[in-house]
């Protein structure tokens, strides 16, 4: 069927404000769906809607005859803009002659309104579907509990499986599994104990997902014993612990610490005749890691492959992680390249531990070396990663190197604070501080604000060539920047003046002066510095104590 961008025939659409000539400044809120065109009355719109946040082009003011609520839904789910999606619905709803509502387009636009965590307006939504009479389903609180959990709202999450009953909604194990997921969403574990302890209260009964729920509250809770309790008294209540029971517990034993226990809950699923997936190994793995026993961990890695498991990235991770910990960085570095062939893609922080561990065995350039390749391989760049790379180069005094690395890095992310830090601090140290200058102004330019380690870094460089008054300049910037000084600040001026008591005295006003209580070791610096000056201390205590007054 041809669709008409051009004004169709009037008899196959109708306007909802036939007065309007020529299009309102309001309907730049609505944009076209498809190739069909919509019309809107923004006058005749409920307050509730805030009109004024959207300008959609170009403005569309006609919508066709028939509607269905399946075009209808389509229409919401294709909508980025919650608002639009809504102002959709509402108009279909009350305007449209030949359009009524029904269940499926009631529960399309509370999804879509809970995933966007606007629950006042579902809220809304919910009241007008309970006095529409409109017969809803479970899936639609079930939705609403899901979304409660996720935006860390217990009690509307309580509240809303409570009320189904006011929509003609039985309440089911689905919707009673669902509350339960999101209580472990918001750390209420106490609550699900309770809400299993009264089920049938409800009128429900559990199923062997309530249990393993009730499990993983238990282990939250570090009540192993009555989680345990649980898996042993599920047989007599009719459920066959799964391989996802046994999982749970066995990450609760593991990250207690209780391998012993681990071990035989582990032992348990094998007997059983159930081969564990990649993700009860990698708890298992991860269990002999933290406690130290690399060979073992090493051992059920070979096992689970000679079980026809593959490792994902997370086992890999796991080991690489703890080969780090050991500084055994060949090991590392042979498991992961296995992990690259098999295409998996490390973590940046898991980088940042294996470029680490290189460079603190002084092999910077092979850490550069390998992060190039990891870049070649998608791996996700971060400041993290920069700031290592960066400050062990510096410390080899391969400032040009650092800088280089900078650059790339700066192309395509911001760099943070700790970065320019890092290079700011070895710039200075060797002297170069037109270069350290230059960064600083980038930095600045970046929106990225020096704190007190970054003016410390500039006060020293001056104090290394000599220009300690210069560095006392830089403190006066600071304090009317409202960065604080500390003990450490004061510390590198004073050794720049090299016992000057006048300039100590003018660092001590620029400081009083803006209103800056110094702390009693900083206090103790100044008096110190004061008091090694044999003719003149007594008078210069005087002014000290005059400040501190």
Known sequence: ?????????????????????????????????????????????????????????PPLTRWPLKLSPKRLINMINQQQNVDLALQFFDYAGKYHPNFSHNPDTY??????????????????????????????????????????????????????????????????????????????????????????????????????????????????????????????????????????????????????????????????????????????????????????????????????????????????????????????????????NEMLEKKFIPCSTLCCKIVDLLCQESKVDEACVLWKKLLKRNCIPDNAIYSTLIYWLCKGEKIKEARKLFDEFEKGFLPSILTYNTLISAMCEKGELQEAGRLWDNMIEKGCVPNVFTYNILIKGFSIIGRGREGLRVLEEMLEKRCEANKSTYAILMDGFHGSTDDIMKLLVATTSRGFLLDLDSWGLFVDKVICDREGWKCSLGRILECAA
């Open 107 to 336: 529960h399309t636009i509370i999804e879509k309104l809970a995933r966007a965590r606007d629950f006042n307006s579902m809220e809304i939504t919910l009241k007008e579907l309970k006095d529409s009479r409109i017969q809803c389903s479970e899936k639609t609180f079930i939705v609403v509990i899901r979304n409660y959990g996720f935006a860390n709202k217990p009690k509307m999450a309580l509240r809303s499986f409570f009320k189904m009953n006011e929509f003609g909604i039985n309440k089911s194990i689905r919707s009673f599994n669902t509350l339960l997921n999101a209580m472990i969403q918001t750390k209420r574990f106490d609550l699900v104990h309770i809400l299993y302890k009264n089920c049938q209260k409800f009128g429900i009964f559990p199923n062997i997902f309530t249990c393993n729920i009730l499990i993983k509250a238990l282990c939250q809770m570090n009540n192993l014993e009555s989680a345990f309790r649980v898996l042993e008294e599920m047989p007599s209540q009719g459920f066959v612990p799964n391989p996802v029971t046994y999982t749970t517990i066995l990450s609760g034993f593991c990250a207690r610490g209780d391998l012993i226990r681990a071990k035989r809950i582990f032992d348990e699923i094998i007997t059983k005749g159930w081969v564990p997936d990649p993700i009860t190994y990698t708890v298992m793995i991860d269990g002999f890691c933290k406690k130290g026993r690399l060979m073992d961990a090493v051992k059920l890695m070979d096992d689970m492959e000679e079980n026809g498991v593959l490792p994902n990235d997370v086992t890999y991770g796991v080991v690489i992680e703890s080969y780090c910990k050991e500084g055994r960085s060949g090991e590392a570095l042979s498991l992961l």
């Open 1 to 57: 069927m041809m669709m008409h961008r051009l004004q169709p025939p009037a008899k196959k659409y109708f306007c909802l404000n036939p007065f309007l000539s020529r299009p309102s400044p309001f309907t730049d809120i609505l944009r076209s769906y498809s190739l069909h065109t919509w019309s809107l009355n923004p006058n005749a719109y409920p307050d509730k809607i805030n009109l004024k946040k959207h300008k959609v082009t």
